[in-house]
């Protein structure tokens, strides 16, 4: 058995997804526990071994997730089919709902703002300004903000330390993005792709994912297909002047090779202009992850800048600042 293969899916199941999707995790240990099925993920090539991803694309194609024997004998049958759609495919999660765990740094920020998003997808975590947020704050109730014209069909929920309340919507005045694979939030087999790779209990989710889906339909932003070393100056260099430029990401860098994601950190420090709002898993970036003692486990750090400054819950829903 592949061991490197099986600890993919093993630290998935055991540190990933545990409290959050207890079927994926019953799934990826039992698929980490599989000889046969690991050596025959382990003919991807290795960016492509995720998790997320083969499974995102065993859903795409209708698999039963459980009981496992049934989606071990449906993947054995059909997997060239699941082959095909994984090589063609990336993970795409662009969960709207990881905008209340962005909001409350964008909304200190002197603005008006220009958003650039690093992985953008369906460009759904560039509309952060329309839509609304409920932050629960232990012993104080819940903290409401919703755009000028009034409440969003999205709602995002995020708990949060008191002292992190966003006080208000940022002004954002321009926004773009930059992928790989852009995704048309008004195609339906795109959405469908991204539906397929969300988590099978998150059922709200499912349902914000249509609503983001069609406020950025609604006025899109420009997604430009690409490598983001080579086309994010580009789109810097396009943002009207006047404005102060915020290029972030979230769960992007963690699929670049570590040299890549060190070039991405060189050239943002090369900007001083631009603000740098990263949203990454503690390894992804070194010199971040060494200014947090504590443990993340599965959440992200939050850094602006390269200033760590908060634990951030992996769709959004948490924000705990650092001291």
């Not at 755009?147 to 709602?155: D, I, L, Q």
């Not at 002292?163 to 959405?191: F, K, T, Y």
């Amino acid at each position: 058995m592949d061991e490197r293969t099986a600890a993919i899916y093993r630290r998935f199941g055991e540190l990933e997804t545990p409290g959050i999707s207890d079927a994926y995790s019953r799934l990826a240990l039992a698929v980490a526990s599989d000889a046969e099925v690991v050596d025959l993920i382990a003919g991807l090539p290795l960016p492509k071994r995720q998790a997320n991803l083969v499974f995102g694309a065993a859903v795409y194609l209708g698999a039963p997730l459980e009981p496992y024997s049934a989606f071990r004998a449906w993947l054995l049958r059909r997997w060239q089919e699941v082959r095909a759609v994984v090589a063609t495919h990336s993970t795409q999660t662009n969960e709207a709902g990881r905008c209340a765990s962005l909001l409350p740094v964008l909304s200190r920020l002197e603005g008006p703002l220009a958003l650039i998003e690093v992985g953008a997808s369906a460009g759904l975590c560039l509309h952060p300004d329309r839509y609304s947020y409920r932050y629960r704050v232990d012993g104080a109730g819940t903290v409401s903000l919703d755009p000028a014209e009034g409440p969003s069909p999205v709602v995002l929920p995020c708990t949060i330390d008191q002292g992190s309340v966003p006080q208000r919507l940022p002004e954002v005045v321009w926004r773009a993005g930059v992928d790989l694979h852009p995704i048309d939030p008004s195609d339906a087999e795109g959405l469908a792709w991204l539906r397929a790779l969300i988590w099978p209990e998150h059922d709200e989710r499912r349902e914000r994912l249509a609503a983001a889906a069609r406020i950025a339909a609604s006025d899109p932003a420009p997604i430009v297909r690409g490598d983001l070393l080579k086309r994010l100056p580009a789109l810097v260099d396009a943002a009207p002047a006047g404005v102060q430029v915020v290029v972030f990401h979230t769960a992007v860098l963690v699929y670049l090779e570590p040299e890549r994601r060190q070039q991405f950190a060189a050239m943002m420090t090369a900007m001083p202009h631009v603000r740098w709002l990263s949203n990454e898993d503690a390894g992804v970036l070194p010199g971040v992850a060494a200014q947090v003692q504590q443990p993340v486990g599965a959440g992200k750090i939050l850094a602006l800048d390269g200033r760590a400054v908060a634990v951030t819950g992996p769709h959004g829903q948490s924000y705990a600042a650092l001291n």
